[in-house]
């Protein structure tokens, strides 16, 4: 900068996430980007003191359902009452999915749409393409996805009954085409053999429907195939500590390297004995919580964990009281207290997991996912000496899994691109972009 000029934003006094740790430093940013990150005190059009607190980069959540269309039900929360969630739990980026699709042809309109629907959103923003059954279609598909600009393709091993299942032949395809053209293969994975629910099914049958083994045992025979075909997987929504102990196992060398384990605040948090209560409805979801021993076993194992992936995915209370299993639609919001409870469970180590490896992962870095000169002002400033409780939150759900969970996180000011978009409690203006 020459001698009088001005920077646009300046955060002063606190600590700054870079490399891995800590540091006091004063932040500086313009049109969008940050400049200097300097000991230096300098002259700011706007100046926020962090004295006190910690500054990270913006998180970003690389797995969202914000209105999704799946039988019979929508999730409630848009992507205008989503965005504004995420903000609110330091989230400035998040990627949603497109519509399954079968062929190529159906992938600029699966994209036109979802663009639409993402307009108001209050933070950044991108997709993942996602491919039903693409039998025969699987080159054209991968050739679609470089056209758009899509680096990642998610694909399921299960829900044959709805015809979203991709079988072995295509995954062997996939495989050999994502390490050819670069993007990433997401993988829901459950054996789909393994998979049983049954009308007379409840809630409390739900972790023996959708079972540990049908993940574990579908998770190894995906490792296995980029042994022999190549390419790599991101395994979306790990529930199950057991199921990395198996791969560690089995395919140690392939973990963080040609395999990605996400796993979700829920499975950290969370286990199957809720289903036994009076509104264990109220915690469905796909794959399941799991036993308590697995739960701590998932703790123990977060080292190899790289991404958390929050999986939103809410329904109104009125939506989950259903006795039979097959009527009630699976999934939870969790976006806004996403970092405030895995920050609980695992501490800072958090911060990687839910910034710059999800960056690195899906093509966003250095854009995102760090604090330094020329990245996006993605900046969030926040207290980890609170005590207070967390609540149902701003999304627009009528209720939250995480009500009365105890945290020390406290998520003050929240800037997107250099805009600050959360200041005290308040959402300002959102301004989010598509990345795509």
């Known amino acids: 900068m020459s001698a009088g000029e001005r920077h646009e934003l300046g955060i002063t006094g606190g600590k700054l996430y870079i490399n891995g740790k800590f540091t006091k430093a004063n932040l500086y940013a313009d049109d969008g980007l940050i400049t200097a990150i300097t000991s230096e005190s300098r002259s700011c059009i706007q100046s926020h003191d962090a004295t006190g607190k910690k500054v990270m980069p913006g998180l970003i959540d690389p797995h969202v359902h914000f209105s999704l269309r799946s039988g019979g039900h929508v999730s409630c929360d848009d992507f205008r009452s989503g965005s504004a969630a995420a903000a609110f739990g330091g989230i400035t980026t998040f990627i949603d999915f497109l519509d399954p699709v079968s062929t190529a042809g159906e992938l600029d309109s699966a994209l036109l749409s979802r663009k639409a629907e993402a307009a108001e959103s209050a933070v950044d923003y991108s997709f993942h393409a996602t491919a039903a059954n693409p039998a025969g279609n699987t080159e054209e598909i991968a050739n679609g996805l470089k056209r758009l600009g899509i680096n990642s393709l998610k694909i399921f091993t299960t829900y044959s009954e709805s015809g979203r299942r991709t079988y072995d032949r295509e995954i062997a395809e996939l495989l050999k085409l994502s390490e050819l053209h670069g993007f990433v293969l997401m993988v829901h994975a459950e054996d789909d053999d393994m998979v049983g629910i ?11 429907a959708r079972s540990q083994k049908a993940e574990s045992s579908q998770a190894l ?74 739960r701590k076993l998932l703790k123990r194992l977060a080292r190899h964990v790289e991404t958390i992936g929050t999986d939103h995915c809410p329904y109104m209370k009125d939506e989950k009281k259903k006795t039979s299993l097959l009527e009630i639609p699976m999934g939870i919001g969790t976006i806004e207290n996403s970092f405030a409870v895995m920050h609980g469970i695992i501490g800072d180590r958090a911060l990687d997991m839910m910034s710059r490896r999800p960056a690195e992962i899906f093509g966003l870095f250095p854009r995102k996912g760090i604090l330094a000169v020329g990245s996006d002002a993605d900046i969030v400033i926040y207290d980890d000496s609170a005590n207070r409780e967390l609540d149902a939150g701003r999304s627009a759900c009528d209720y939250s899994v995480y009500e009365g969970f105890k945290t020390n996180i406290c998520i003050e000011k929240v800037f997107c691109r250099g805009r600050i978009v959360v200041d005290e409690g308040s959402l300002m203006e959102g301004y989010g972009t598509c990345l795509l």
């Open 198 to 208: 049954k009308p007379l099914h409840t809630i409390r049958d739900l972790p023996k």
């Open 221 to 294: 025979k995906l490792a296995g195939m980029v042994v022999e075909f190549g390419g790599g997987i991101y395994m979306v929504h790990t529930s199950s500590g057991k199921t990395v102990r198996a791969l560690l196992k089995k395919h140690r060398g392939l973990l963080g390297n040609r395999f990605h384990i996400e796993s979700c605040p829920h499975y950290f948090a969370l286990d199957d004995n809720v289903y036994r209560k009076k509104d264990g409805e109220l915690y469905a979801m796909v794959p399941p919580l799991r036993s308590r021993g697995s």
